[in-house]
């Protein structure tokens, strides 16, 4: 149901105030911290060239030190999300900012290979520890009705901070790596003191959390969208693990990936604000499956292009279905969880992430070796198989948020 928001003499908002208008202090601090937070994160793009470049490990090394965060990361989410309904959003979002900041300086000063895979398996666990945290605070805080445009704000700002990271974190690359990790430290540490200073406790009273993960898993509907949610993770995340390598393959400069994939970016920021509004008044489930189904689309029209204009074409593509789920899957986890159980619920959802990101590589590598269209046009049935399956279940979506 399509909600308009009204000035107090009763004639229509503004266009500013529909696109950033009616929401309490607490998120525009979660917003701002956000954007901060991503503005300074700067060593996980490049921890394997600091692996390798500054602690002189080996590619076969750092595969394997790399892989030890990504397993940390997989239970992060699942953890992070017992905690936001256990202790509390705001104890779970600005501790793991903490320990995020702890671990980012202790990284960067350890040299032995013990002390480095020790700190990258606990800043596996605690570096996205926040995710479940916010979902669960922006689901708590804000109307149903308002959660798409809430969560695609979000999206935008970390989208924003993460370009404008990219191109300064490789600047200062040059000049050390150790300024990166104080950096991603004192932006976490910021995220975590607005938080904790400005956002209050929002979990719901001690005496009405009932039930548990085992709950969430015997809810077949979330069962089925954190299926589809892992099926269009491995879609999305080609962009960053064997697209790189497609066209490295093809006899292209890693300059042009970078021109490529900068589309992303560019497009990210000057759309979503445009069409967030617009979409925003449909139904989640519906249009996150359309998301899904162009996002396919434009990876398996990788399968056509070897230049770089081409691939520049097809990553803008498959960014247009992106800035169509932009928000909407926060909206379709909160509309799916109980108030007590949201920690959990969205962790489900961050899990199905992990193990996409896990699974990308792994198999997308594999794909490629078999062939270049063979890997564009299976990763483009894969998404259109996950959009598929997330239409069928929209309508139930759709009356459970009416509920």
């Known amino acids: 149901m399509t909600t308009r928001t009204h000035s107090p003499r009763g004639k229509p908002s503004s266009l500013l ?23 300074g994160t700067m060593v996980e793009p490049f921890i394997g060239v600091y692996l390798t ?14 892989a030890v965060f990504g397993v940390g990361s997989l239970f992060s989410q699942l953890v992070a999300g017992w905690l936001a309904d256990h202790v509390g959003r705001r104890a779970t979002l600005a501790g793991g ?29 605690v570096v996205d520890a926040y995710r479940p945290a916010s979902q669960a605070l922006v689901a708590d805080l804000i109307p149903a009705h308002d959660r798409p445009r809430a969560f695609g704000l979000l999206f935008w700002a970390i989208n924003l901070g993460f370009a404008v990271a990219m191109v300064a974190g490789g600047s200062l690359a040059r000049e050390g790596f150790v300024w990166l990790f104080w950096i991603d430290a004192v932006s976490s540490l910021i995220f975590g003191f607005l938080v904790w200073r400005a956002v209050p406790e929002t979990r719901p009273a001690r005496s009405a959390q009932a039930g548990g993960f085992r709950e ?5 509907l979330m069962v089925v969208f954190v299926v589809t949610s892992l099926l269009y993770a491995f879609v999305y995340l080609q962009a960053y693990t064997t697209l790189p ?16 994939i900068s ?15 617009w979409l925003n008044r449909h139904d989640p489930g519906r249009t996150l499956a359309v998301g899904m189904a162009v996002v396919g689309a434009g990876f398996a029209l990788t399968a056509l292009v070897s230049t770089t204009a081409g691939y520049a074409a097809a990553v803008a593509v498959w960014t247009l279905g992106e800035v169509v789920t932009a928000g909407m899957a926060g909206a379709v986890v909160a509309a ?16 199905a992430w992990s193990a996409g990101g896990l699974l990308a590589p792994l198999a997308g590598t594999r794909l490629l070796a078999v062939g270049h269209e063979v890997l564009w046009v299976s990763v483009g049935a894969v998404g259109l198989v996950a959009a598929a399956g997330q239409l069928a279940i929209a309508p139930a979506i759709r009356r459970r948020s009416a509920a």
């Open 17 to 39: 105030g529909s696109r950033i208008g009616g929401f309490p202090r607490a998120f525009w601090v979660l917003f701002g911290g956000t954007f901060v937070n991503r503005l």
């Open 53 to 66: 470049q500054a602690r002189g490990m080996s590619l076969a090394t750092a595969g394997l030190v790399m």
């Open 97 to 125: 900012m903490v320990a995020t900041a702890a671990c980012m300086i202790l990284l960067g000063y350890s040299t032995s290979l013990p002390a480095i895979v020790a700190v990258m398996a606990v800043l596996g666990l």
């Open 216 to 220: 969430a898993l015997k809810d077949r």
């Open 245 to 260: 390598l497609a066209i490295t393959g093809q006899g292209l400069s890693t300059t042009a990936y970078g021109l490529a």
């Open 263 to 277: 589309v992303n970016g560019i497009l990210i920021v000057l759309v979503q604000p445009l069409v967030g509004p």
């Open 336 to 351: 799916l969880a109980p108030p007590h159980l949201r920690g959990r619920y969205s962790g489900l959802f961050g899990f």
